[in-house]
């Protein structure tokens, strides 16, 4: 099985699909091509909630707004899975989550690829098909895996908890509006309102807990502390971006 | 083979399918992840139109503006298909085309879920996968599924049909902008003309029966009258929208 | 394995799927169902373009604003590859690829299909399942197939060289904006600079060779000159659309 995420909308993904099918005769698996375009943060952001559901995979990813500079390509063999993409720190996220830091990375050695705009079709999606065609035992024989690779890494910013206070950031807005901070769900446990940068919403455990076209705070299903409407656009009633600030606090 | 249709954009189906792929080695099939947000009535419109023309499947769908209230989930058996998703009438339409009515239905049963506002992850998926792991004929003894439970009702609206005249309205406008009523596509036959809502429109086999930019109704896909415009949309061009009354006359 | 290409959006492509899917157990693969949409010329360059880096498969492609009408439907056998699609001119670039020129067409011939708006489900499928489930080698032999019709023609356009300019045009802008022209991409070997329309713009091997912001002509993936901007719509800054006629002058 090899799944494929990119920010790639349509129908550049195709290309990569025919190249993956020449090499490997692998289910393919859409996770999304409509990740945020160009952000690689919050592309590591949903590939460390998505991929980890998944059984033993092959994983291709790519969101590469470096893409033909000297950025280099990897692939990491993180537990039972393989994750192939650029190293601008997307895959790192979802490594550590697969194989709690005990991942190894490869570089992949692509002499000439044809293209310098499109390395998910030329570079990306080859080292992907042939990975799957070996099997993950046999990427230290891979040609076009170099071992030893000291990968870009991201992380994911870490909140800053107070007893009555936290204060975080906005991860991603999802395609429904929803605001998804960096703050842990289990700040809100108990609570029935919270305060949130400064004004009072109600916590809730989903979204019909409040009238339509109210706001809400609650725990996603990331785990983290969410912020919503009911019916509505979290991010245009919050007036929240990826990147803004976030304080929640309570009594 | 286990169909995925809901109105989740990107990306979560992504999650939905590890949860499957964890559980069963079928081949997926999105049938749309852009059904109309929210919109339970349109929902189990395309589920109708579209499922019926599968072979034997497992369909998971989900248009689930309750999610994480005390809305059951639900499994349904009709004919050699299996149906899973919120009980929320979203699949009765479609298990009355696909069972002719004899449709069996089970409340799933998946104790405290991982979360409450993402049961396509964690309550729907997981009840898919079991029952295409299991065969539609163990259904009876999945333990996660308790049989029996009498499922809330959702009928698509009946038109009102005179000699001269008939009176129906919006079901569903497709991403071309086609707009497709309740009204019975026989209703056209050997029309040159139609009187919609006191404005005559040419009725033809097809778009380019008119020209570019002209109205026309036609018998759509699904058998219904439809109001389209030849190359362009014929939601803008009529002023329609899902709900509005749609009252066709003839001579 | 099936490959499906179509203007189609959602969620027509799932009848498609249901149809296929009752007369072969292939594996299907989606390219994409966003094609432009009704732009016959720029779904036959993304065809061309794409399917040719697939291994031996059945192709499916529908972008046929003349539904209905008594436009053909036809089936290529191009190499190892068959393509099912309207005869419209969309399938002849990528069957030239395929087979350099040495492809046969037939009609298919669906008696009565059940809808005149949506031949993709009604003809083009049931002939893509029936050509893959009998095997491209009997397609002479196949019931709806009738061989040696003379297909409507394609042509994408060329461009007038000389040996300081080169004039072509806009043949289709992508997702991202880059705007792609007919113009071969050795044109721009060796130099740092080129005239666009009258104006001097940077050339680049990537995005990431100006600032962000900035324009740029670079070779893009499929060996043609592309106009781009790096993180932004090159379609926007030029003024660009498909169609447009685009000049470029060297020294």
Request: glycine share 12%; hydrophobic share 45%.
């Amino acid at each position: 099985m090899i799944t494929l995420s990119s920010d790639f909308g349509s129908p550049y993904p195709g290309a990569m699909k025919g190249v993956l099918l020449g090499r490997t005769d692998a289910q393919l698996v859409d996770v999304s091509h409509d990740l945020p375009r160009g952000d690689v943060r919050a592309g590591a952001f949903w590939l460390r909630e998505v991929l980890p559901w998944f059984p033993p995979a092959v994983h291709l990813a790519v969101v590469d707004p470096g893409v033909g500079t000297d950025r280099r390509a990897i692939a990491v063999r993180a537990g039972d899975h393989a994750l192939v993409g650029p190293d601008n720190g997307l895959l790192m996220p979802v490594a550590r989550a697969l194989a709690n830091g005990g991942f190894v990375t490869y570089q992949i050695t692509v002499e000439d690829p044809p293209s310098s705009t499109f390395h998910g079709r030329d570079v990306f999606a080859p080292a992907a098909g042939e990975i799957h065609r070996a099997g993950l035992a046999a990427m230290d024989d891979l040609e076009l895996l170099d071992p030893g690779v000291d990968p870009v890494d991201l992380q994911l910013p870490d909140p800053t908890l107070d007893a009555d206070r936290a204060r975080g950031e906005v991860l991603v807005v999802d395609g429904f509006g929803n605001v998804v901070t960096n703050l842990p769900g289990e700040l809100l446990a108990g609570l029935e309102t919270v305060e949130v940068n400064g004004e009072p919403v109600p916590v809730g455990d989903t979204f019909a807990s409040v009238p339509a076209g109210e706001r809400l705070a609650t725990v996603g299903s990331h785990g983290n502390v969410e912020l919503d409407v009911n019916d509505g656009r979290g991010d245009d009633v919050f007036g929240l971006a990826p990147g803004d600030e976030v304080e929640l606090a309570w009594e």
